[in-house]
């Protein structure tokens, strides 16, 4: 691990975004809350939130941190057909909190992929980015 013993304490924030292409059907199965396994969304929302808080023991190297915050939004795009997820993280600490945004809404795309894929196994996880970040020596950016 990088030595972050000597970086200023700052609060850091990251939100990353990805989604779940799938067919107009399974969209509403999902939506209409009748998916066999349950609550899709909420599921996966919560999977996004215990993966943000672990993501030091799954990704190599990462410090572990003392996250304040995490927040998994999940919406339905019709226009896709799918669910796009967006997660926040945020910390003070000496190094970014990227990682457990991606990590959050990657987890996120997974549950839901594996709640309805007795329905539809062509889904496609698909643009898992980070989109902004602030705090830091580096300072903002955003996509």
Not at 1 to 8: E, R, S, T
Not at 11 to 33: F, H, N, P, Q, Y
Not at 97 to 112: D, G, P, R, Y
């Amino acid at each position: 691990m990088i030595d972050v013993g000597a970086k200023a304490v700052t609060e850091r924030v990251a939100t990353a975004e990805g989604a779940v292409s799938m067919k107009a059907a399974t969209l509403d199965l999902i939506v209409s809350g009748n998916a066999k396994k349950g609550d899709v969304i909420a599921t996966a929302r919560i999977a996004g939130i215990m993966a943000a808080k672990r993501t030091h023991e799954l990704i190599p190297l990462c410090h572990p941190l003392a996250l304040s915050a995490v927040a998994v939004d999940i919406e339905a795009d019709t226009t896709l057909p799918g669910l796009r997820a967006r997660a926040t993280a945020k910390a003070s600490g000496q190094t970014g909190v990227e990682m457990e945004a991606l990590t959050a809404v990657s987890v996120a795309c997974l549950t839901i992929y594996d709640m309805a894929k007795a329905v539809d196994r062509g889904m496609e996880i698909i643009a898992v980015r980070l989109v902004e970040k602030r705090g830091g020596k580096s300072g903002p950016w955003k996509r």
